[in-house]
């Protein structure tokens, strides 16, 4: 496990001075004093490695059953890591944690209830859940430069309305909590 720290170490190290992109397995071997066999054995390549961060998100059920418990914690999560956050996920890759956050959401609840795949009403409610409590987060982070608990309870109970509405659509939602 000291491989993967050393790993992550000289990522985030390198990422907060480049974009993705530009970051070589090579340099980030020599940066993380590993050979590059080692790091094959954890990722396939840079971006798996930045996939791997963003795929921590735990429990993302609670979305539908505890969804106000659910944008605390994602969103706290986000203000105690705010530093990673911005740098792991800046430039181009801004728009992957919430897309990778959209993916697994997804996946869990169409696991649980595939007939609503191709439902239009559905995935627009939960684009708009998941996307819009994301983003609305952001932009009034950036403009006040703030993590502040009143934006995360304001998303919080936000989020709780949508989900209502989500599962008023699809009654045969499924939920752990019924």
């Given amino acids: ?102 993916k697994s959401l997804k996946n869990m609840i169409f696991e649980n209830c595939p007939e609503y795949i191709n439902d239009k009403k559905f995935c627009t409610l939960l684009d708009y859940a998941i996307y819009g409590g994301y983003y609305a987060f952001v932009e009034n982070q950036e403009n006040t430069n703030d993590y502040s608990d009143e934006l995360i309870e304001s998303i919080s109970v936000i989020s709780e309305h949508m989900t209502k509405l989500i599962k008023a659509s699809i009654p045969t939602l499924k939920s752990n909590n019924t």
């Fill in 1 to 102: 496990m000291k491989s993967k720290k050393s790993i992550f170490d000289a990522f985030v190290n390198l990422r907060s001075k480049k974009e993705l992109r530009k970051i070589t397995v090579k340099e980030l071997c020599e940066k993380a004093l590993i050979n590059k066999s080692t790091f094959y054995t954890y990722y396939e390549d840079m971006f798996d490695l930045s996939d791997k961060i963003v795929s921590t998100i735990n429990n993302p059920q609670m979305m539908i059953d505890e969804p106000v418990k659910f944008y605390r914690n994602l969103l706290g999560a986000m203000t105690e890591n705010k530093a990673l956050t911005n740098t792991v996920f800046s430039g181009s890759q801004h728009p992957n944690l919430i897309v990778k956050l959209s």
